[in-house]
C-alpha cells in the first residue's frame, strides 16, 4: 500500500514552517518511521533538501502528479544507532515551538540534538594469520634476510598473536610499510573497529552514597517515595550554601537508577563541572558521563550513542543535556537553578526549568530543583503550591555562615579613600595574607552597562516610566539616558539630580585594572585571575581552581564565575567590590540577579574549620537587595522584591512575551513594530513600546522590541500566534519582506 509521509524541510524560514507531502518509495517503505531524517527534492529545480519525518497518511491532499517520491533516508554513520521513540522527540519539538515561537525545524533540531553523528574514533589490531611452526620459519627467513624491522615485528605477534596497532608502531617503532608488507603477504591482518570515547577518568570510583541526615534524607525519602507511587512531580530544594544538596542529588539519582531507569543531572555552565562531576563519577564510576562544550562534536556524539545504547544510568551537562536519548529516564535534576544560563538565548528560546518539567511529563519523571537562592519563578510556585518545597538551613561541609560586614563606599570617599578597596577590606586582607589564609574578591559585573551613578549619595538615573536603570548611550555631545524598555529619552545629567553632587559618573569596572592594583599594594600576594580572557583555552577552569584549591594562590580574583558551587575550605575571606553595579542594569530582574550574586559569593567564606569574613563595598548599602543578602535572608528578600513585581505586572506573578522585530532597514523595522502594536493593543492587558533594542543595530540589523504583560500564558501564546499569522500574511502580499520576528516567553535578559 502506497503510503505518503509529512515532511518538514531543513529550512528555517517562516513561510516554509510547514510540512510537505512526500511519497515514500516501496525500497524504503520499511525503513522510515516518525523522526527519519530524508532526503526529499524540494521547489522548482527540485534540488534535494534535508527534512524530518513528522506523520504519515494513507491518502494525500494535493493531486498524485504533483506529489514527489522521497529520494533516500539520511543515516547516520558507521557504529551509530537510531533513537527507539520517535514519537516523544515529535511531540516535544511540537510543545517547544508553540510555547516558545520558533519554527517547527528550529525545535526539531534543537530536541533532535542527539542524532548527530560524529566521526567515530577507530581501534586497529593487527592479529597474526599464519600457525606457530610457519611463524618461526618466516621469522628464521627474516633473520637471515637482515630485515630486523620484519623479524621485530612477527617476534612480538608469534609471542602475543593480537597486538594493539598503536603498540606496535609507537613501542615497536615498526613503519607502516613494514606492516603493510606482512599484510600483502598474508601473514597479518589489520583489524578496526568503533570505538565509543568515554570523557570520564577518575580512578577510585564505585564509592557508595555518604550517609544523610535527617533532614537531607527526608527529602530523598519524599522524591523517590512519590516516584513510586507514580506521583512524580517538581520539587524544589532550598538550601544555604554547604547544605549538602549534591548528596541528596546522588542519592535520589543512585536509588531511582537502581529501579532501572535513568537521570539527568544539569548544571549551569563549564565553571561547575570540575568538583561536581568528581562527585558524581566516585559515586557511578563508568555508568555517568558528561556533555559539554569542552567536549568535540565527535565526543559528543559518542556519549549520545552510549546514552542510546543503555551503556550509561546517569548523564550530566548543562541544558543540552536535556536532550540525551534517555528513554527509561526517571528523574532530571536542576542544580543552581536560578542560573540565568538556562535559558536559551537563540530560537527556540526555551528555558531548561520549564522544559524539564515537559519532558519528565511526557516520560513519568519526577523534577528536582535546587539552589541557595531559588528564582523568583520557581519560588513562587512553590508557594502556590505547584512544587513541594524543602528547606536545608544547616551547613554540612563544614563551618558557619560567615560574619558579613557592609561597606559604604560613601563615607569612603567622604574620608579620602579613593582606592578599589574600602579600609576595612584592605585591613582583613592583610591580615589573611599575614596568617596564610585564602581570600576571594569577586567583581561584581553581572548586567553591566553604561548607567550613571552618585558616588556621593547612590542616586542612580532611572526611567521615571518603567523603574529600571537607564543607558548611556552615544558619545561627546551626542551622548544621552535611554531606557530600553519605554524608549524614554533624557539628557545626561551634570549634577546629582537627588543631591546635586558634580560626582555623577558611569561605572566602569575590570578584572586587570584591579589585579594590577593588588599586585602593587601587596606585591608578595600570589595573585589568580579568573574572568572571560583567562578561561579561555580548553582546560583553564580547571587548571585555575586547582591551583587555588591546592593553595598555590593567596587571592583568587574573579568574575561571576568564582562565586558557583566552588568548595574551597582555606577561604576565609571573601571581597564583593561595587556590589551595587548589577542593580543599575537595564532590567527588572536587578535586585534578584544582586541578591543572588552577593549571597553566593557570601557563601564562600568560612566553609572550613576557620570562621569567615564577608565585606560587602556598595554605594547604595540600605538596598533591600544587598541587606537581605548581607543576612542570607532568602524569605526576606522574596517577600519585599515579589511585592514589587505584583505591582508591575512582571513575572511570575504575571507572565511576559517580548517581540523583537528585526531588518536591515530601520523604517522598515519601526513601522512593522508600529503595526504589530496596533494588531496587538486589544489582545493583552499591558502593551509596552514599541522601542529599540538594548543594542539597536547588530551587524546592520536594526531591532526594536516591544512588550506584552498577561496573567494568563495562554492568552500570550494567542498573541503570538496572531503575530505570526499577520506576518506570514503580509509577507505573502510582498509587504516586510525583509523583516523577521523573535519571540522571547518570560524573558531572562529582558531586550
Request: charged letters at 30%; glycine letters at 8%; a negative charge.
Given at each position: 500500500m502506497v503510503r505518503y509521509a509529512d515532511v518538514i524541510i531543513d529550512i528555517s524560514h517562516e513561510r516554509l514552517d510547514r510540512p510537505f507531502t512526500y511519497r515514500i518509495p516501496d525500497h524504503l517503505s520499511d525503513q522510515i518511521l516518525l523522526g527519519s531524517r530524508v532526503l526529499v527534492p524540494f521547489?522548482?529545480?527540485?534540488?534535494?533538501?534535508?527534512?524530518?519525518?513528522?506523520?504519515?497518511?494513507?491518502?494525500?491532499?494535493?493531486?498524485?502528479?504533483?506529489?514527489?517520491?522521497?529520494?533516500?533516508?539520511?543515516?547516520?554513520?558507521?557504529?551509530?544507532?537510531?533513537?527507539?521513540?520517535?514519537?516523544?522527540?515529535?511531540?516535544l519539538a511540537l510543545w517547544m515551538k508553540n510555547s516558545y515561537g520558533s519554527t517547527m525545524i528550529t525545535a526539531l533540531k534543537t530536541v533532535m540534538a542527539s542524532r548527530k553523528s560524529g566521526a567515530p574514533k577507530k581501534k586497529r589490531t593487527l592479529r597474526l594469520l599464519m600457525d606457530h611452526d610457519k611463524a618461526l620459519d618466516q621469522l628464521s627467513f627474516y633473520r637471515r634476510k637482515h630485515q630486523t624491522a620484519r623479524a621485530r615485528l612477527l617476534e612480538a605477534l608469534i609471542e602475543t598473536p593480537e597486538i594493539p596497532y598503536e603498540m606496535v608502531t609507537g613501542k615497536l617503532h615498526i613503519q607502516a610499510p613494514t606492516i603493510r608488507s606482512l599484510k600483502n603477504a598474508g601473514f597479518v591482518e589489520v583489524e578496526e573497529t568503533g570505538i565509543l570515547r568515554n570523557p570520564v577518568s577518575v580512578s577510585d570510583a564505585g564509592k557508595g552514597p555518604e550517609r544523610l541526615s535527617p533532614e537531607q534524607l527526608a527529602i530523598a525519602d519524599y522524591v523517590t517515595g512519590e516516584f513510586e507511587a507514580g506521583r512524580p512531580g517538581v520539587t524544589l530544594i532550598h538550601g544555604i550554601t554547604g547544605s549538602g544538596k549534591t548528596e541528596v542529588y546522588i542519592n535520589i539519582i543512585s536509588r531511582i537508577c537502581s529501579m532501572g531507569r535513568q537521570a539527568i543531572m544539569l548544571i549551569p555552565e563549564i565553571a561547575l563541572t570540575y568538583q561536581t562531576l568528581i562527585r558524581f563519577y566516585r559515586h557511578f564510576g563508568d555508568r555517568v558521563s558528561v556533555i559539554n562544550s569542552s567536549l568535540s562534536e565527535s565526543e559528543k556524539a559518542d556519549q549520545w550513542e552510549r546514552a542510546r545504547r543503555g551503556e550509561i544510568d546517569v548523564?550530566?551537562?548543562?541544558?543540552?543535556?536535556?536532550?540525551?536519548?534517555?528513554?527509561?529516564?526517571?528523574?532530571?535534576?536542576?542544580?543552581?537553578?536560578?542560573?540565568?544560563?538556562?535559558?536559551?538565548?537563540?530560537?527556540?528560546?526555551?528555558?531548561?526549568?520549564?522544559?524539564?518539567?515537559?519532558?519528565?511529563?511526557?516520560?513519568?519523571?519526577?523534577?528536582?530543583?535546587?539552589s541557595a537562592t531559588p528564582s523568583l519563578d520557581a519560588y513562587y510556585q512553590a508557594k502556590e503550591g505547584n512544587y513541594a518545597l524543602f528547606t536545608l538551613k544547616r551547613r554540612l561541609t563544614g563551618g558557619t555562615l560567615p560574619r558579613v560586614e557592609i561597606a559604604d563606599m560613601r563615607a569612603e570617599l567622604k574620608r579620602g579613600n579613593r582606592s578599589i578597596l574600602s579600609a576595612s577590606l584592605y585591613r582583613k586582607l592583610e591580615e589573611r595574607l599575614g596568617a596564610g589564609e585564602q581570600t576571594m574578591l569577586f567583581l561584581n559585573r553581572r548586567g553591566f552597562a553604561a548607567n550613571m551613578s552618585c558616588r556621593s549619595c547612590g542616586h542612580v538615573v532611572r526611567c521615571p516610566h518603567c523603574d529600571v536603570a537607564m543607558s548611556l548611550h552615544g558619545s561627546g555631545n551626542r551622548q544621552k539616558m535611554v531606557c530600553h524598555y519605554c524608549g524614554h529619552e533624557e539628557g545626561v545629567p551634570s549634577l546629582c539630580p537627588s543631591c546635586g553632587s558634580r560626582y555623577i559618573l558611569p561605572m566602569k569596572a575590570g578584572t586587570e585594572q584591579i589585579e594590577a592594583y593588588l599586585k602593587e599594594t601587596f606585591p608578595q600576594a600570589r595573585i589568580l585571575r579568573m574572568d572571560a580572557d583567562t578561561t579561555?583555552?580548553?582546560?583553564?577552569?580547571?587548571?585555575?581552581?586547582?591551583?587555588?584549591?591546592?593553595?598555590?594562590?593567596?587571592?583568587?580574583?574573579?568574575?561571576?564565575?568564582?562565586?558557583?558551587?566552588?568548595?574551597?575550605?582555606?577561604?576565609?575571606?571573601?571581597?564583593?567590590?561595587?556590589?551595587?553595579?548589577?542593580?543599575?542594569?537595564?532590567?527588572?530582574?536587578?535586585?534578584?540577579?544582586?541578591?543572588?550574586?552577593?549571597?553566593?559569593?557570601?557563601?564562600?567564606?568560612?566553609?572550613?574549620?576557620?570562621?569567615?569574613?564577608?565585606?560587602?563595598?556598595?554605594?547604595?548599602?540600605?538596598?533591600?537587595?544587598?541587606?537581605?543578602?548581607?543576612?542570607?535572608?532568602?524569605?526576606?528578600?522574596?517577600?519585599?522584591?515579589?511585592?514589587?513585581?505584583?505591582?508591575?505586572?512582571?513575572?511570575?506573578?504575571?507572565?511576559?512575551?517580548?517581540?523583537?522585530?528585526?531588518?536591515?532597514?530601520?523604517?522598515?523595522?519601526?513601522?512593522?513594530?508600529?503595526?504589530?502594536?496596533?494588531?496587538?493593543?486589544?489582545?493583552a492587558a499591558v502593551l509596552i513600546g514599541p522601542a529599540p533594542a538594548g543594542i539597536g543595530r547588530i551587524r546592520d540589523i536594526y531591532r526594536f522590541v516591544l512588550y506584552i504583560k498577561d496573567a494568563s500564558y495562554d492568552k500570550l501564546i494567542v498573541c503570538k500566534d496572531r503575530v505570526e499569522e499577520y506576518i506570514h500574511t503580509v509577507q505573502g502580499n510582498g509587504t516586510y519582506r525583509n523583516v523577521q520576528i523573535q519571540f522571547d516567553f518570560d524573558p531572562v535578559n529582558p531586550y
Open positions: 521547489g522548482k529545480g527540485k534540488e534535494p533538501r534535508t527534512g524530518y519525518v513528522t506523520g504519515f497518511r494513507e491518502r494525500p491532499d494535493l493531486e498524485e502528479e504533483r506529489i514527489r517520491d522521497i529520494l533516500d533516508l539520511v543515516r547516520l554513520r558507521e557504529g551509530y544507532t537510531e533513537e527507539g521513540d520517535r514519537d516523544f522527540s515529535i511531540r548523564i550530566i551537562g548543562p541544558r543540552s543535556a536535556l536532550f540525551t536519548p534517555f528513554e527509561r529516564l526517571g528523574v532530571i535534576v536542576m542544580d543552581e537553578e536560578h542560573e540565568t544560563s538556562y535559558k536559551n538565548e537563540s530560537m527556540p528560546k526555551y528555558h531548561a526549568r520549564e522544559t524539564a518539567i515537559e519532558i519528565a511529563r511526557l516520560r513519568g519523571a519526577s523534577v528536582v530543583l535546587g579561555s583555552a580548553k582546560g583553564s577552569y580547571e587548571k585555575i581552581l586547582s591551583a587555588f584549591a591546592n593553595e598555590e594562590a593567596d587571592i583568587l580574583l574573579g568574575t561571576q564565575m568564582i562565586v558557583k558551587g566552588h568548595d574551597f575550605p582555606g577561604v576565609t575571606l571573601v571581597g564583593i567590590l561595587m556590589a551595587d553595579l548589577s542593580l543599575y542594569a537595564n532590567d527588572y530582574r536587578a535586585a534578584e540577579r544582586t541578591f543572588q550574586l552577593l549571597t553566593q559569593a557570601a557563601g564562600r567564606a568560612g566553609r572550613g574549620t576557620i570562621p569567615g569574613d564577608v565585606v560587602i563595598q556598595t554605594y547604595q548599602p540600605d538596598h533591600y537587595a544587598i541587606t537581605h543578602a548581607s543576612r542570607q535572608d532568602y524569605e526576606g528578600f522574596y517577600e519585599e522584591e515579589i511585592l514589587y513585581r505584583k505591582l508591575l505586572m512582571y513575572p511570575p506573578v504575571s507572565h511576559m512575551l517580548s517581540v523583537q522585530v528585526q531588518s536591515p532597514s530601520e523604517d522598515m523595522a519601526a513601522a512593522a513594530a508600529g503595526d504589530l502594536r496596533d494588531l496587538l493593543q486589544k489582545r
